[in-house]
C-alpha cells in the first residue's frame, strides 16, 4: 500500500449561477481591481492508502459521485500524488 | 396514523411541524433519525432547519444518513413524504426529487413572505385547492434557488410534477415576485409519484391562527390521505 493525495476540485457547471462568486468580483471591484469574471470551487485533500494510483483516483472519484458533488449543478476533477510527492 | 416527522441534528422547524399537524387533528411525533422509522409510520415530514450545519451542500449530510434509505423504501411504497425548506434540499440531494436547491440569487439569506401559484390541484397537497389558486406562506432559506438541467425541467413540466410557483399577489409569474431566481419560478415540486413533494416556503409556519395566515393548512391536510 502506498499513501496518496487525492484532490477533488468541485465547480459549478457552466452557465450554472454564482451568486457568492459575483458578490466576491464585486468586492474586488470595489477595492479597485479590474477583473472581467470570476469563479469559484471547492477543493478537497483526501488523504488515503491504495495499492496504486489508479485505484487512489478511483475511490476519490466516488466520493465525489457519492458525496462531495451534486451532479445536477457540479462539474468535477480529481487528481493524485504520491503523498511524499505532496509535502 | 402517525407522521414521522424526522430530527436530524440542526433540524429547527420539527416542534412547528409537529405541533402544526396536531393542530389539524393528524397525529405526528418527532422521530431521531438515528432511531429509524417508526413502524406505525403512515407518513414522513422532513423538516425544516439546518442540518449537519449546512455543511458541503444545505441537506447533502442528512440525504446520506441512514435513515434517508428507509423514508426511499417507504416513499416506493407509497408512505406520503413531505420535504419543507432544508427537508426540501434532503429530499432532494437524496433523489426522492429532482433537480437541486442551492443559493439564493442574492447570495442572502431571506426570510419574508411570498405567495405561491398552485400549478397542479390532482395531488394529495393541493387538493383543498383549485389550480391557479394564490396562497400566501413565509419563506426562510439562504439555499432556495431551483436548479434543473433543461432536459429534466421539461419532464417536470410535461409530467405535471410542478406544484407551486412563486407569483405575485394576482398570481403573475414575474421575475421580482420570484424570491431566490429559482428556474421557472419554481417553489414545490413532486417526485415520481405524487404522494412525495418537496417544497422551501413553510406551511407549518402558516397554519396556526395565532401566528398568522393559515394558507398552509391545507397543504400540510395532504397526510391525512
Partial sequence: MTAYTATVTVRLKHGVL?????????????????????????????????????????????????????????????????????? | MTVAVIQFGGSNCDRDAVRALNYLGIDAERVWHEDGLPEDTTGIMLPGGFSYGDYLRAGAMAARSPIMAEVREAADDGVPVLGVCNGAQVGSESGLTAGA???????????????????????????????????????????????????????????????????????NLTDEANPNGSTGNVAGILGDDDSVAVLMPHPERATLPDVGGTDGADVLTGFRV
Fill in chain 2, 101 to 171: 436547491f442551492t443559493t439564493n440569487k442574492s447570495a442572502r439569506f431571506q426570510c419574508e413572505h411570498v405567495h405561491l401559484r398552485v400549478e397542479n390541484a390532482d395531488t394529495p397537497w393541493t387538493e383543498e385547492f383549485d389550480e391557479g389558486d394564490v396562497i400566501e406562506v413565509p419563506i426562510a432559506h439562504g439555499e432556495g434557488r431551483f436548479e434543473i438541467t433543461d432536459e429534466r425541467y421539461d419532464e417536470l413540466e410535461a409530467n405535471d410534477q410542478i406544484l407551486f410557483r412563486y407569483c405575485d399577489a394576482d398570481g
Fill in chain 1, 18 to 87: 454564482d451568486p457568492e462568486a459575483e458578490t466576491t468580483k464585486q468586492a474586488l471591484d470595489r477595492l479597485g481591481f479590474e477583473l472581467s469574471a470570476l469563479r469559484s470551487a471547492d477543493r478537497y485533500e483526501i488523504d488515503l492508502e491504495a495499492d496504486g494510483a489508479d485505484e487512489a483516483e478511483a475511490r476519490a472519484d466516488e466520493m465525489a459521485e457519492r458525496l462531495l458533488a451534486n451532479p445536477t449543478i457540479h462539474d468535477y476533477e480529481v487528481s493524485v500524488v504520491e503523498a511524499a510527492a505532496a509535502q
